[in-house]
């Protein structure tokens, strides 16, 4: 009798905990958009043409069209492509489809704290301070305009020390945008040199974002299945949250310097800015304006703001070089706009519509973001036919859009005539969305086009790149790969250009 019993709470555990979410999990795909029929407790992990999204999204858009389910686990995850269908979610839609899905993974990271938080009211109050405080130190003003000119200069200088010879421009280009955010969030810039920005960029582009880029997806779905197993699991995550801590130990660092020597009539930056908020909130019940606090908003602030433009701006060069005639092009107008003005500023921007167009291309062009930062519905949805149920994680294909054949005349094929009309004047494309749309879209947008714009046109004032090796000789797609690949050695020349 106790063996039967035992089989019998045996079986009951079974039920509870395997059988019966699944058939949740059967239930809800009936009222979900179409997509390949997930396998019990596994979804479509371990199934061919399912998963990782990035190599088969074509082949699922082409089956089950623009609106799709696929499954990590018995956790549905809506797939959202192409611009009608992204402009109706994330425009028309934009609260339903406003959320913060949970993802153990990046939780695990920032502590519920900063710029990434599922609590609403906290990631409102984060998100308004952060955007006011880099307003007030010249966001989208002429005064960063200034910083981000006299940066440029500093990477000419590190360029003409290259001497014309190959060179990997990654970690001077990471090292010259970083700085632009340096001094806003620390109140100073840094040598290329120094010790704290190398180690910084060391753990931001080596560590951290090679380790996301080049590390199995599937092991980070896994850690989101199971959280509580993975934290006790070795792999590359543990070594990826070891880098996390740190940088975030660099940055307490600097917190606590900035505590040590503040002065509230004087002050230098968004540390300080937070500082002296955390002082009039202090009787805050949540607390939101904490050190931790701090420290993960500046952490996210570099991840984000470093990586992305950093990333862009290196690929918009490499493209000149593969491109020549487009890069000639793009000096000429340099040359003929900004004349004897010593370097391009902001004001040249709608006097430089090929270069516009230029760096728009570009920004389309880059696959770099696959899957957009995922979101979640913040109530059950009716869209499209489909009934979304509360809290469903939603992943928006922004690459999608911007090779979304019905908007783009030439998608595979890279043309700054995208952006240009009939007269050869910058037209604006709807379906350009290389900072996501919506709610959650990115907040350092207007940071990131005045860099790449100004980063890009001193950069040709002064230079000519070309590629070494064997980019030279690449069909545009396996370039772009081998970019991507953070293994890969890229290696160019930056020929400077007489005057």
């Known amino acids: 009798m106790e063996v039967l019993g035992a089989g019998a709470l045996l079986l009951l555990y079974l039920f509870f905990t395997v059988l019966f979410p699944s058939f949740k999990m059967y239930k809800k795909k009936s009222q979900l958009p179409p997509g390949p029929t997930p396998w019990l407790l596994l979804g479509n992990l371990l199934q061919k043409d399912a ?17 799709f389910t696929v499954w990590v686990g018995p956790k549905p995850i809506v797939v959202i492509c192409g611009y009608e269908t992204m402009k109706d979610a994330f425009v028309n839609h934009a609260e339903e489809f406003g959320g913060h899905p949970a993802m153990p993974f990046i939780e695990r990271v920032n502590e519920y704290r900063g710029l990434v938080n599922r609590n609403e009211a906290k990631w409102r109050e984060v998100r308004r301070f952060t955007l006011s405080t880099l307003r007030e130190f010249g966001m989208g003003k002429k005064t960063m305009s200034e ?56 753990l931001i582009y080596d560590c951290i974002l090679s380790n996301f880029l080049i590390s199995p997806l599937f092991l980070f779905q896994i850690y989101n299945l199971l ?30 310097s900035h505590r040590r020597t503040l002065d509230p009539q004087n002050l230098r930056d968004y540390i300080d800015c937070f500082l002296i908020r955390s002082e009039k909130k202090q009787t805050n019940p ?12 500046v952490f996210g602030l570099f991840i984000a703001g470093t990586s992305n433009s ?62 957009g930062f995922p979101r979640a519905t913040t109530c059950r949805t009716e869209f499209r036919g489909y009934i979304i149920p ?9 690459t999608t859009v ?49 860099e790449l714009f100004l980063f890009f046109s001193v950069l040709l004032q002064n230079f000519t790149f070309q590629l070494v090796g064997d980019f030279k000789e690449m069909d545009v ?11 890969a050695c890229v290696q160019m020349q930056a020929i400077r250009r007489s005057k």
């Open 227 to 256: 959280p509580g197993i993975m934290a006790y699991l070795p792999g590359q995550h543990t070594k990826i949250l070891a880098d996390c801590e740190k940088m975030k130990a660099l940055i307490r660092e600097r917190v606590e």
């Open 477 to 487: 797609a396996s370039f772009h790969m081998q970019y991507k690949m953070k293994s």
């Open 310 to 371: 950093s990333t862009a701006l290196v690929f918009s060069l490499l493209l000149m070089a593969k491109f020549p005639h487009i890069q000639a092009k793009v000096q000429q107008e340099i040359d003929e706009v900004v004349g004897a003005n010593p370097i391009p500023g902001m004001d040249d921007w709608v006097r430089m519509p090929f270069t516009n167009a230029v760096i728009h291309e570009t920004q389309r062009f880059e696959k770099g973001s696959l899957e």
């Open 147 to 202: 910083r981000i000119q006299e940066e440029a200069l500093c990477l000419v200088e590190e360029l003409v020390a290259t001497q014309g010879q190959a060179f990997d421009p990654r970690r001077s280009f990471t090292c010259a945008v970083s700085n632009v955010l340096s001094s806003v969030v620390f109140g100073n810039r840094f040598d290329y040199k120094d010790p704290f920005i190398s180690f910084l960029i060391h």
């Open 402 to 450: 911007h090779y979304d054949p019905l908007q783009w005349e030439t998608p595979e094929k890279f043309n700054p005539g995208h952006f240009l009309d009939e007269k050869g004047q910058f037209r604006k494309r709807n379906a350009f969305m290389p900072f996501s749309a919506g709610k959650r879209a990115c907040p350092g947008e207007a940071l990131a086009r005045m």
């Open 390 to 398: 509360q809290s469903t994680t939603v992943v928006p294909m922004l």
């Open 51 to 67: 998963l990782p999204l990035y190599k088969f999204y074509t082949k699922l858009i082409d089956k089950y069209g623009p609106i």
């Open 286 to 297: 949540e607390n939101i304006y904490s050190t931790e606090e701090l420290v993960q908003c």
